[in-house]
């Protein structure tokens, strides 16, 4: 089953009295019939929440997802299993950033995805004409995973570039 992500970009139109996420835009992930969906706590206070699908994610966004990216191939059984613990997980051992959490997820199930698949990605990567996120699964991958917090522009380049090489 394909991998979506769902990118919504900070509005343009934030006032005063804005959520968080207008103010910021969001990213979520839905693998096989899990969401993923992390929500820093509004106005600066401590806490966190989860969305537990597309639905309840419009409904706090106020609008549709402006992109939804499908992947294809990933290892969506490793990344339930990240996110099972993302929901153990204090949000400020997260750096806070549901970004972060995406992108954490989505290099699970490509590095973790059936040997084949990653080296088709390979494969793809190198004959590739534009340089990827990805480059051979190699360091620049792992170091751009690693450099957290994300945010929602950097999710969507992210996930455009697996989906290319899924």
Request: negative net charge; hydrophobic residues 40%.
């Amino acid at each position: 089953m394909p991998t979506t992500v769902y990118v919504w970009w900070p509005a343009e139109d934030v006032t005063a009295g804005s959520s968080v996420t207008a103010r910021s835009g969001h990213v979520a992930v839905q693998a096989g019939g899990t969401y993923m969906s992390y929500w820093t706590a509004e106005d600066g206070k401590d806490g966190q929440s989860l969305a537990w699908s597309y639905a309840e994610d419009v409904e706090r966004c106020h609008r549709d997802a402006d992109r939804c990216i499908v992947i294809n191939r990933l290892a969506e059984g490793q990344m339930k299993s990240l996110w099972d613990k993302y929901e153990r997980t204090s949000f400020r051992d997260m750096n806070g950033n549901g970004c972060t959490a995406a992108i954490n997820v989505l290099a699970v199930g490509a590095t973790q995805s059936a040997p084949g698949n990653q080296l088709r990605a390979a494969g793809l990567a190198i004959l590739s004409p534009v340089r990827s996120l990805k480059v051979a699964l190699d360091h620049d991958f792992r170091e751009f995973v690693m450099s957290g917090p994300h945010d929602p522009g950097q999710v969507e380049e992210f996930a455009g570039q697996l989906s290319y090489l899924f």
